[in-house]
């Protein structure tokens, strides 16, 4: 079997200086990924012809597929094309009549003319294979180069760079992949966890880890929203992969317990969403410190309007007493952010609502604090058939990154308090 | 003066099987471009010893500064300190104790043992300066190499690849560049405004934009929550730059007329918040489809709590009803999304809470939409003391976008009435 590499290169002046993130990379290594082909680089370029030559036929050498997106506009400082022209050795033009309609066709969609610069989009070097791009005027550009070029065959694929183009046109590249290239078996799985920090999830499960078969790999993602990831992936995978990927999991569940909250990619708001649609369960949530975000990302779920009723952001005291019926007496005597107000808010909010479960948040995101508690801290409370829980979490980011931070934890709260 | 080229080099596998974007390159390249520096290229690599030695010393030939970020995590995958340590010529690791007493702090404030693997963040090889990571465990490592090593001087930053702490030391890696190399002057001035597609900005600008001096470059750059930031920039520039730009600036102004909104970075929420601030006047809000993203990016803004009151996010209508007292015969006759619920929403929200002023949200984020109005149409409402007002706004992207849209043109609907 083959070990097949890609390199893939972006090229815009745009991306270097920072003004668009580039997101196209991400999107075609996922998709070369799921077929078994690895990224082994990416490379982000300006508009520079000499550069664009000499990046290109270096990964060229070192791999054999070859994805570039971008700097194939209509407008002078796009110059990839002419570059590819030379890096073929091509010395004509020639017109994609297929492509000449779809310009014509999105042109008149957007009721514009069709100017001489449109139609070049339609022009390609005659050393290529066209596919066609449906979203977009300038088509997919497939070069094929001999083994006696770069010590082996290879073939670079000339992408447009817009994102919404880019993706439409990656089922085709990839299929053409798929035929052009005898590609190893891969087999990836995804777990999810939340609870534990990266190095302690990797003493927890260092024995397992310790014992894994050569072929499969670890790789820990850490991310604030989610916890940490863990991703197995077997390069080489045969029929059997899948099950002895299966196998290792469930001997590495034990160890992970509650930690574990998915064995596919997956957002804790999302867990949660399917558990209280399993059960025909709602929620409502009362913030104080995490000002909506909660809200924000149970909402961000489709459908999350069959379970989730509302909520109630109180950042002034007096809309804990009013709103969420919390007790004056227990926030001076407590303190805002304390177990007893988290817990009013809590049950006030499920009052309020009449929802299954409710969910609620006090602290300082930032540098204030109090005399109870210092900056950092969140108190959670959890209200539902079981009665009421809280816990406190402390963290030391920014505003922004305790938000985040805050609200996750919020949510993995909840999850335990529902599965136990 | 010296023209200083630079190039970004993200270690990771997470980055390389797609799984994360990098929002790191383009962070570091606008943090460069501020100070004069451009950024040649930018690579994305694995965690692999070889070709991290390989690709950094390449940059290095080419570029006087290298930036690299990721690869210095605590687990077993995480090798680029190794490949550094190589690069350098280091035979030994040294403790640096300042960044030692950091990973003892952050493990202590997260409740977590101090483990041999966190200590080991805090060894550095003998041959780089020490910039410290206040957020994180790993330093930042500066290698510094002469000209006899890659044909020039060269400086080598490796940061940690994890956003939160790239951002946050990123400020000391920039002033550590301008205090090691020479720079050229350079002066930038943002304007942004909201309510104007890229397209009819310019139109509208262009009479000013084609007089404007051969040495200032206008770049337009547009964002859903922020609208189209403009970027006035003076390369070489001299201790004039700032008075010249600033009446090319004066001149803008009447043209953008309310659609400016701020003549620094800035954001919707950062200067609604200003506006309340400085009237000591304050807000609240209602929120259906919304979700709770307006609560979140208001209180996103330090010090919201001295003006924001709180919100009632009313994913369903019972809570509309309940808790806002919109009208059942309102929501039977008009639909629930329309311009009457609306501004009973925003009045109900200002009853509640006692507001100077309050913002409400009713519509169809996604795929639903109903015979009053279809998907990806919002009705916001404004209450304060010159009454109740309503505005319908329409996009046509996913749930998330469409959510994110609606949010900012909300926000910038309250601001437009408040400076009225």
Chains 1, 2 share one sequence.
Not at 188 to 205: C, N, P, V
Not at 280 to 297: D, K, M, P
Request: proline letters at 4%.
């Amino acid at each position: 079997m083959n070990k097949v590499n890609a390199s893939i290169c972006t090229i815009g002046d745009e991306i270097l200086i920072g003004q668009i993130v580039d997101t196209n990379s991400s999107m075609i290594s996922r998709a070369l990924g799921e077929i078994g082909v690895r990224t082994s680089q990416m490379v982000s370029l300006a508009d520079n012809r000499k550069e664009i030559i000499e990046i290109l036929s270096n990964q060229l050498k070192n791999n054999e597929i070859v994805i570039s997106t971008g700097g194939l506009g209509p407008t002078k400082d796009d110059i990839t094309k002419d570059a590819l022209a030379e890096l073929s050795g091509s010395h004509s033009y020639i017109k994609n009549e297929a492509q000449e309609a779809i310009v014509h066709d999105i042109l008149h969609a957007r009721g514009l003319d069709v100017l001489d610069i449109n139609l070049r989009q339609a022009m390609v070097p005659d050393s290529c294979e066209v596919i066609l791009n449906h979203r977009g005027t300038a088509p997919i550009m497939v070069f094929r180069f001999p083994a006696s070029k770069f010590g082996h065959p290879a073939a670079l694929y000339a992408m447009p760079g817009v994102p919404f183009e880019t993706e439409a046109a990656l089922g085709d590249v990839i299929n053409n992949i798929k035929e052009h290239f005898k590609l190893d078996g891969i087999y990836h799985k995804t777990i999810m966890t939340y609870g534990l920090a990266e190095s302690a999830l990797s003493e927890l499960i260092a024995p397992w880890e310790d014992a894994l078969p050569s072929d499969v790999h670890l790789a820990y993602l850490p991310n604030p929203l989610t916890g940490v990831r863990l991703r197995l992936s077997v390069y080489g995978a045969d029929g059997n992969a899948e099950n002895r990927v299966n196998e290792l999991f469930e001997a590495l569940k034990p160890l992970l317990g509650d930690n574990l909250y998915s064995d596919a990619d997956d957002t804790l708001e999302a867990v949660l969403g399917r558990l209280l649609r399993a059960k025909g369960e709602s929620l409502s949530v009362a913030e104080s410190c995490t000002g909506g975000e909660i809200a924000h990302l149970i909402t961000t779920v489709p459908g999350s309007s069959d379970y989730f009723l509302g909520s109630v952001t109180s950042y002034s005291p007096e809309i804990k007493k009013k709103v969420l019926g919390v007790d004056a007496g227990t926030i001076e005597e407590k303190g805002i952010v304390s177990s007893e107000v988290a817990a009013e808010m809590a049950e006030g909010v499920r009052r309020l609502t009449g929802s299954t479960y409710s969910l609620s948040t006090t602290g300082w995101a930032d540098s204030y604090g109090d005399e109870h508690e210092p900056a950092g801290t969140v108190w959670v409370g959890v209200s539902g058939p079981r009665g009421t829980e809280t816990r406190r979490f402390r963290y030391k980011g920014d505003r922004k990154r305790n938000i985040e931070r805050f609200a996750a934890s919020a949510i993995d709260f909840l999850r335990r308090y529902i599965i136990k």
